[in-house]
């Protein structure tokens, strides 16, 4: 390392230069690496390992270190489906751009999606977006499935692990990002589908108060509902949160489901190993708990109330968000007209016939394809306009809905019958290196992700998205976002919601 000369008090000193790649945190230092142009940090530990005594408690601070800890590759993804994944799992990722110096940048957590039961902080990379962006972005890791949502009556926390973990990340970046050139007084909490429903739930929590400064909300709006077999076919109705009676009731089955129960219930579920646990991950899918401290009131009630941060938010969706859902229904049982009808009639009662009439197959390419709009528009689209609204009436709100009907399919699902469209989490190649690819985009696709980037990082830095070179995002507007052109739609009436409400009434 080559050495720099100072003077110091008028006498010749040695100075060791400042190593941008070891950035001390709270609980200890952490070495970084250059990865083009910018620097990260992977596998940071937020919190103390979540396992033994400590599973279904409050993240603890991490044990201090005092050697300089490798952070150049990511910690294990929370418990899940995934190879390599485990309880002690509560780490992030910082990335900076190479230039930072000693600025003040605005920062963004991300919180990922995947149902609240699989994916990872650190398959979403973000060199591109902190790059362009000129932006801090920190992704993090938080409990899933059982280990995250569980509840039992007398268990202190229950169903709000994983936010708990979420909250936890947020107070690590106020303590600490500074160090890594970014301004706490200026932090963006975003996330994309259960990411997007645990954003708008932060928005909700008197918890967060002063924690973040703007959200991002992408398909995950507060009012999302869906019908009995509106998301999966056989399921019941649902929305991204669960009542404290439900959470608690479905965690006493679980333990039952073990043979755990008694004075002893809680003991004997810590005692199990996290494998034999992973079972009942899905059970507590869509459980991020209401009706306790953390989170006193079911997220859409609160924002019908207006119980919320006034913060700036952009809000929105993907035009076809269940192709990518119902394709996957295809592959198993293909929708027929006959079973089309019978979905209608499961989902919508004595309103089947109205839905039938203004949704008729004959009208789309295959029954298939008319289920996925009806569930799009009834479960998605419509609720995210009225969560828009409802935000509106006491802070700005950008709206927004992306429209790449060529967009990369990462979601792997795509049937003749159900061409894949902009479906659910299609967006997100457009902001991010899922799993450290880079997709490739054509000249057009390219020049939607600069646009996009730049968007959401105006937002992040001013609260205001409209940046030099990208047409004008008004607040009063949807704005589609596609390739071949950006600009204000008719959002609702697109998607019918003028139908949907009337409905209801």
């Known amino acids: 390392m080559h050495l720099l000369l100072a003077i110091v008090t008028g ?25 083009g142009p910018t620097r990260t940090f992977d596998g940071i530990r937020f919190a103390a390992p979540p396992v033994g005594e400590d599973r279904w408690k409050p993240p603890r601070p991490p044990e201090p270190w005092k050697e300089v800890a490798d952070a150049t590759k990511p910690g294990a993804a929370c418990t899940q489906l995934m ?11 910082v990335t900076v751009p190479r230039d930072a110096g000693n600025r003040r940048l605005p920062v963004l957590v991300w919180l990922h999606g995947g149902g609240y039961t699989m994916d990872a902080g650190s398959l979403y990379g973000a060199r591109r977006l902190a790059d362009q962006g000129d932006v801090v972005v920190v992704t993090t890791n938080y409990r899933l499935g059982v280990f995250g949502y569980f509840g039992l009556p007398g268990l202190a926390g229950s169903g709000d692990f994983g936010f708990m973990d979420q909250l936890s990340a947020l107070h690590w970046t106020q303590r600490n990002i500074a160090a890594f050139g970014g301004d706490p007084r200026n932090v963006t909490v975003a996330g994309q589908s259960s990411g997007g429903m645990s954003t708008c739930a932060l928005l909700t929590s008197p918890a967060a108060a002063g924690l973040f400064h703007k959200a991002a909300i992408m398909s995950g709006s507060c009012l999302l509902n869906w019908p009995p077999g509106g ?77 919320f941060h006034r913060v700036p938010v ?29 979905l209608l009639r499961k989902s919508f009662g004595e309103y089947a016939d109205e839905v039938a009439a203004e949704y008729p197959s004959r009208d789309h390419l295959s029954p298939a394809m008319a289920w996925a709009t009806v569930t799009t528009d009834r479960s998605w689209a419509c609720p995210t306009t009225e969560g828009n609204r409802l935000l509106s009436r006491r802070t700005s709100v950008h709206a927004y809905e992306f429209d790449d009907k ?31 690819v880079e997709e490739s985009l054509d000249a057009a696709q390219q020049r939607l992700s600069r646009q996009m980037i730049a968007y959401w990082t105006t937002f992040m830095r001013t609260g205001d998205p409209n940046a030099p070179g990208s047409p004008r995002w008004d607040s009063d507007a949807v704005l589609s976002l596609a390739p071949d052109a950006i600009r204000p739609v008719a959002h609702d009436v697109d998607h019918r919601c003028g139908f949907w409400a009337g409905l209801r009434s």
């Open 11 to 35: 006498l010749l000193t040695i100075v060791a230069p400042v190593d941008p790649l070891v950035v001390r945190t709270d609980a200890g230092p952490v070495r970084g690496m250059d990865s």
């Open 406 to 436: 060529n967009a990369p399919n990462v979601n792997g699902n795509d049937v003749p019958t159900v061409p894949h469209g902009a479906a659910h989490a299609l967006d997100l190649v457009y902001l991010f290196e899922l799993s450290g």
């Open 231 to 307: 998301l999966i076919p056989n399921q019941e109705a649902q929305t991204p949160y669960a009542p404290l009676a439900k959470t608690e009731a479905d965690g006493a089955a679980v333990a039952a489901s073990h043979g755990c129960e008694g004075p002893d219930t809680l003991d004997c579920l810590r005692r199990l190993p996290a494998a034999d646990l992973l079972k009942d991950n899905q059970t507590f899918a869509n459980h991020l708990t209401y009706g306790t401290p953390l989170l006193p009131l079911d997220p859409a009630k609160a924002l019908r109330r207006g119980a």
């Open 83 to 93: 190879p390599g994944s485990a309880e002690d799992c509560l780490f992030l990722n």
């Open 314 to 342: 952009i809000s929105g969706g993907t035009h076809d968000e269940m192709r990518a859902f119902i394709a996957g229904v295809e592959k198993l049982k293909p929708i027929t007209e006959e079973r089309y009808q019978e």
